[in-house]
């Protein structure tokens, strides 16, 4: 099942990719980041089986750091909506050239 | 029976992923998030690692998405507004850079696993049919890799306290 399982996993990987740059919501753009740290989870998980436990301990760390990302980033939309009054990062352009 | 099983989840989680990125409403969007990490959990069970199955479900469909909707509701941004997809332009891009991504990922399938370093088929399997789902993740975790996991958690006190100190609301 290791072949079918990358597979899946470079699907869900483009598909995160795509949301990234196909959106404008900040918090949704968020969420295929999440997407994408899912799909690499699940490459590790597969190629566990063939290279020995040390992918599921890696899945842990990720995890960890998806948690520790997800805080951090969603108190920084947090406070971008204090000072802006919106998530659309069109609207947020202060660093555009 | 494993492949049917193995073939559902994978195609309701790419479903439910396409779902996730093309709906306008964030919450829409959060909840078919959460229909994809449930469908890798499932695929994780099938893949020997019951314990991650569980870890998935409870942080990541229930602590992680929890703090989106918690955030989507804080801002009530749930409705859905006008469309925040980009432009034609944007989208064909996005489109095409998501092709050339996928089609990068597929010339991977050239890459061979290292002949030594492989395991034969079902060991995995066997080593947590002996010790247990939990305790053979948690050899490794407490002995290998004691270090970083320690690391870990300084990490989690500075997500800890840096999210504290960006959400707060100043007094002036």
Known sequence: ?97 | MYGIVFGAASIIAIVSAILCVTRRSPVASALWLVSVMFQLAVLYVLLDAQFLAAVQVLVYAGAIMVLFLFVIMLLNIGRPGPSDMKGALGRVAGIVVGLIVLAELIGLRQVRLPRGGSLPDGTIARMVEQQGPLHAVATPLFQQYLIPFEITSVMLLAALVGGVVLAKRRID
């Open chain 1, 1 to 97: 099942m290791l072949g079918p399982s990358l597979a899946v996993s470079a699907i869900l990987f483009t598909i995160g990719v795509t949301g990234v740059l196909l959106r404008r919501n900040a918090i949704v753009l968020f969420m295929c980041v999440e997407l994408m740290l899912n799909a690499v989870n699940l490459t590790f998980v597969a190629l566990a089986r063939n290279l020995g436990l040390d992918g599921q301990v890696f899945v842990f760390f990720v995890m960890t750091v998806a948690a520790a990302e997800a805080a951090v980033g969603l108190a920084i939309i947090i406070s971008l909506y204090r000072h802006r009054d919106t998530v659309n990062l069109e609207h947020i352009n202060l660093l555009r050239g």
